[in-house]
């Protein structure tokens, strides 16, 4: 089955509300007249490096929120920031007379063991009875929408993820196209060393004339053998058919999806060493251009990488 292949550049939001049970009265009813929001926002990078930002009220949630996100993401610098917010009109509680009796038995508790401890301010208190009441109510909401906005995350890295892979065929196809521009200059770059080289040895021939200790056949034959070290030397056939198995090899992985930004870093790093071999046996301006246009979307292809899960 074949799987999408994930940039690690993606945004997503995503706001949910509690809904009162039918007798939720005070500061219950005034939890519930909130909401929470969740920004998650990554960008690249070389493992999974989650920050959170979370208000006090909702500190508890971090470990359930590390494993959601651990499980929908396996690469790149992820933030994922969770804000509540409450209508005006519900911004504070109505306190309620068991939850001051409670918060008054415990400051008293807290101030025979500590008697310079300062009393509780009015908005500390207030604060208490917010965080108090539908807490449990508030956490389910904010995970449900951590769940909606990671999916969105997902979602997002995938549609870049599917822009890449275009970019990335082509690039591909332009190294094929150049990689076959390069396969018939060597014979004729070959060839036209060859004529030189014969050449050279006629007139060396001419030059020397009857006193030379050399037959034409024999400076013939030397100067063929000097025309094959030097095909030798410049033979790339070796290095394009590397190329190209590189090339299929990425092809595959990006068909295949899944997680493969390492796996093409590496492959990036090896069309690189070909190419530069192949500019330098390169001995002709044809050649040259060649390897120049080559490294040029070689490395376009590797900034794209770098942006893979």
Avoid at 161 to 173: F, S, Y
Avoid at 293 to 306: D, N, S
């Amino acid at each position: 089955m074949t799987k999408s292949v994930y940039s690690m550049t993606g945004f997503a939001s995503a706001s949910a509300a509690p809904t009162p049970g039918a007798g939720a009265t005070g500061a219950a009813a005034s939890a519930a007249g909130g909401g929470v929001t969740v920004d998650v926002r990554s960008v690249n990078g070389r493992f999974l490096d989650l920050s959170l930002k979370l208000p006090d009220e909702l500190r508890g949630l971090e470990p359930a929120l590390r494993e959601m996100v651990g499980a929908a993401v396996r690469r790149g610098k992820v933030e994922l920031r969770l804000s509540t917010h409450a209508d005006v009109a519900t911004a504070w509680p109505q306190p309620q007379s068991e939850q001051l009796n409670r918060l008054s038995r415990l400051e008293s508790t807290v101030q025979s063991w500590l008697p310079n401890a300062r009393p509780l301010s009015v908005q500390e208190a207030l604060n208490w009875c917010r965080i108090g009441a539908g807490t449990e109510r508030l956490d389910e909401v904010a995970l449900e929408a951590a769940r909606s906005a990671i999916d969105g995350l997902r979602e997002a890295r995938a549609r870049e993820g599917a822009r890449l892979v275009d970019i990335l065929t082509e690039r591909i196809a332009r190294l094929r196209e150049l990689a076959a521009q390069a396969v018939p200059l060597v014979p004729a770059v070959v060839q036209r060393q060859q004529q030189r080289f014969l050449e050279r040895w006629q007139e060396a021939l001419s030059s020397a004339g009857a006193g030379s200790s050399l037959s034409a056949e024999a400076l013939r034959d030397r100067a063929l053998s000097e025309a094959a070290s030097y095909a030798l030397r410049i033979d790339v056939a070796e290095e394009l058919a590397r190329l190209r198995a590189h090339l299929d090899e990425i092809t595959r992985l990006l068909a295949a999806g899944g997680e493969l930004g390492k796996r093409l870093d590496f492959l990036i790093q090896e069309l690189h060493r070909e190419a530069n071999t192949l500019g330098a046996k390169s001995s002709v301006l044809e050649l040259t251009n060649v390897s120049v246009e080559m490294k040029v979307a070689i490395e376009q292809m590797r900034e794209q990488v770098q942006n893979i899960e």
